[in-house]
T-cell receptor
């Protein structure tokens, strides 16, 4: 079993749609959960950072962590073409190295 | 937010030459820096972790004599690809983390093409 599973997509949605991106993980020791956005030929950019379980909202983005299910989500409301990118989940803590998901490619069509 | 720069952003070199890539944390002290490699449409592959003033820790399968890493200060780490060959062509990305932090901040990446 992989330490983190993330559907690579691609995920194609119309502009204005709500996007749901998810990752599952296996190590219950992880405590810190991140979402990065990576545009083509660029380095990843930190979008959201959450500690332990719960929700965190920042503008059109909402991150959810369910540690009991080892499941994290990123929701994007009112998606825009500029949101088209690859989204990587990441997690760390408990003395373990940061683990990155494979990334989900998102296309938002105008 | 935390800013990490990388230089150069792209480089083309002849086979057999060495290439140095710099990674700088501009507004925070990076006690730990990471070097990744990324192939097209693939995820990040961690190459090595470096702590300021210490030798880098390389991931399994990464040749330490091929990829020399120096982390001489709290704001600068360098990756030198020695005797580069076409198979070393890739996108190299660094990230930095401050002491006690769990979040990595990434540089914009360096695209290396070895002819």
């Amino acid at each position: 079993q992989k330490e983190v599973e993330q559907d690579p997509g691609p995920l194609s949605v119309p502009e204005g749609a709500i996007v749901s991106l998810n990752c599952t993980y296996s190590n219950s020791a992880f405590q810190y959960f991140m979402w990065y956005r990576q545009y083509s030929r660029k380095g990843p950019e930190l979008l959201m950072y959450t500690y332990s379980s719960g929700n965190k909202e920042d503008g059109r983005f909402t991150a959810q962590v369910d540690k009991s299910s080892k499941y994290i989500s990123l929701f994007i409301r009112d998606s825009q073409p500029s949101d088209s990118a690859t989204y990587l989940c990441a997690m760390s803590g408990g003395g373990f190295k940061t683990i990155f998901g494979a990334g989900t490619r998102l296309f938002v069509k105008a | 937010g935390a800013v990490v720069s990388q230089h150069p952003s792209w480089v083309i070199c002849k086979s057999g030459t060495s290439v140095k890539i710099e990674c700088r944390s501009l507004d925070f002290q990076a006690t730990t820096m990471f070097w990744y490699r990324q192939f097209p449409k693939q995820s990040l592959m961690l190459m090595a972790t470096s702590n300021e003033g210490s030798k880098a820790t390389y991931e399994q399968g990464v040749e330490k004599d091929k990829f020399l890493i120096n982390h001489a200060s709290l704001t600068l780490s360098t990756l030198t690809v020695t005797s580069a060959h076409p198979e070393d062509s890739s996108f190299y990305i660094c990230s930095a983390r401050n002491q006690g932090g769990e979040t990595q901040y990434f540089g914009p990446g360096t695209r290396l093409l070895v002819l």
